[in-house]
């Protein structure tokens, strides 16, 4: 069954030197992108899309997402924006709630979630286990998220849980926990930051994971300077995300290294932090993407359309830019190949937006503007 | 035909001394507001609504719109966020653009903007002429604009169209172009701002407004400290609209007058301009409403829980004070009593969130979060 997707007002596809389209098509088959080009001579297929003019781009690819958990922190976050100081325990009453779920409770709560993405143009997610900080915990957090996508990552080292050593508590991770886990995850994560874990106890975590089959990531620099981007680019990890703080030592190892700099806009907007400058970074030549942290904390957003604006208004990237760091920079900060962009051999992962332009997504911030979102060529 | 709403998360009416309620629900009778109360205590009614847990909030009130032109200005967002100026003409392309625009076309662009205002749950809005600046096409405009909202607002003095001397402009449109407007508007509005109408100017218009029965509101003290606050003071207009550059004259006059301070915090993110502080002018007593002011040059935000979002983070509301002014506040800027609130006698506006609480619109900026969109009582 092959699909001719045609009146296209604009179509992105991040082919090299050509970025994006105008007067294009493209043919869907067996769910991969089997052809593009002009729409005048576009082939034959057995079925056509039309895409009433509206500009057609690839799928987000949201490669920083932490969305296996219970509970809400709404008043935590109405406290924060007044000002106020909250003591009702932040990450631990996530960790509470998180526990407490049943297991079909918390599935659910994952799937409407994902479902939520969807329907947001999110048609490649990454998500990590993190909020219950115990063997069985983490282990059923990574079960339910492998069900919803290939992209699951082990963060048992989210945070030190209460009443334990930090380094009795790194020993569990590396040990009994990532035994249970890695069968799971494809990833192995640690929040390199004061307050949570330091560079020897991030090594540590990340190269046991390593040795277990898992592929590196981190977070790194959120909340001031520190150790975990150098860290990063030293262990060749995928990515480091939040680079909020970055020396220019830091910028450059990011550069060398080909270690992709998640920026999370989301956090600083939902926490009045500064935010991560994304022209600095594209200037030394480091690949950038863009993700929401979607997480009940520090950034509830899971809207993609929303991190692009906030990245044309306030980290310095053009539209163009920030839509590719959303897309094909959220691919290469997952390392695949098949999604990300509409080359041909791509997944057919696509988004008809109501606009006619990729400029409408930051250009008309707020407003849904995500129209059909198909995905391996179906309805998402 | 009576509807009991039930099973509400949290139910946001104004009422006084009671701004919200939780184990709540209400009447809508005719298409008002017929009782409000304890859940357990609910009245008989011939059918239910049940919220399934859902906060339910007064339909958004949008005070300031600008929905009928032609035309699209997304290559001069993109050059102003590159930081790089823009030769194509600014609002003079709007006005090309609207002028040559055929009736039916225009009228079909401006039901699709409603239709997404609605979906967004804008209830009520306002919206005005001035993308015409002759005589026929202002009044086409208003025409068009009558057809969908009784809140419509005389423009002609947006800013003086090319080639016209200023008071001659003036007397244009304090002359025919009212003459022909005025049966069609309930508002006269002028941009006293430099560059565009001083405040003799200003106060001419206003007045020759009046003159001819309609309620005076400004765009004032926008780019830079101005006069404009002060005479929509003086004449007792309904409403400031921005209010970014403010003396502490300016601050006890609105508060003094009772004249409602609108605050668009989508053009300050869609020009990089510093944001209004709405923190100092609710200490001072000022009612404020917070509106989208949707317009194609320099905010194209459809969206008021974007602007509420928008609101919290950078205008030092909270997301009680911001919903507040999306809603009771916009209805105090159109002196409406019927709207913008939930108490017995409102018209039965209301929005079902898909969130169990009004703190999300801010928590989760840019998730669409509306889920039914009532008014009077009946889809919208």
Chains 1, 2 share one sequence.
């Not at 050593?165 to 569990?172: C, I, N, R």
């Amino acid at each position: 069954m092959s699909t001719a997707v045609t009146n296209i007002g604009e179509l992105v596809t991040w082919e090299e030197g050509r970025p994006l389209r105008h007067a294009a098509a493209f043919v869907v088959d067996a769910g991969r992108v089997a052809w593009v080009g002009d729409a005048a001579r576009v082939p034959a297929a057995d079925e056509v899309l039309d895409a009433g003019g509206a500009a057609v781009i690839p799928g987000f690819v949201d490669s920083h997402t932490h969305l296996v958990f219970a509970g809400d922190r709404a008043t935590e976050f109405e406290a924060r924006m007044a000002g106020r100081r909250y003591s009702a325990g932040g990450i631990r009453s996530t960790v509470a709630a998180t526990r407490a779920a049943g297991t079909d409770a918390l599935a659910a709560l994952l799937a409407s979630r994902v479902a939520e993405l969807r329907r947001q143009g999110t048609t490649t997610l990454e998500t990590k286990s993190g909020y219950c900080l115990d063997v069985a915990g983490e282990e059923r957090s990574l079960r339910l998220a492998r069900d919803v996508t290939g992209e699951t990552t082990f963060l048992g080292a989210h945070v030190v849980p209460e009443g334990w050593d930090p380094d009795a508590y790194v020993e569990l991770v590396t040990g009994e926990m990532l035994a249970a886990c890695a069968p799971h995850a494809r990833w192995i994560d640690v929040f390199c930051e004061t307050g949570a874990f330091g560079a020897d106890q991030a090594r540590t975590v990340l190269a046991a994971g390593v040795a277990a089959g898992l592929l590196p990531r981190i977070h790194a620099n959120q909340l001031g300077f520190g150790p975990g981007v150098q860290l990063a680019c030293e262990l060749g990890a995928a990515a480091a995300d939040h680079c909020t703080f970055l020396s220019d030592a830091d910028v450059a190892a990011l550069a060398d290294t080909g270690v992709v700099a998640g920026l999370l806009p989301g956090v600083e907007f939902s926490t009045r932090q500064p935010y991560p400058d994304a022209r600095r970074l594209l200037e030394a030549g480091v690949r950038v993407a863009i993700a929401t942290d979607c997480n009940p904390g520090s950034s509830f957003t899971s809207s993609m359309p929303f991190c692009i604006a906030l990245a044309v208004r306030e980290l310095g990237m053009t539209p163009l830019e920030a839509l590719h760091a959303g897309t094909q920079g959220g691919a290469w900060s997952l390392r695949r190949e098949d999604v990300g962009h509409l080359r041909v051999g791509a997944r057919a992962d696509f988004v008809v937006l109501d606009a006619p332009s990729h400029l409408h997504l930051s250009y008309r911030p707020g407003v849904p503007l995500v129209g059909r979102v198909l995905r391996a060529g179906r309805p998402a």
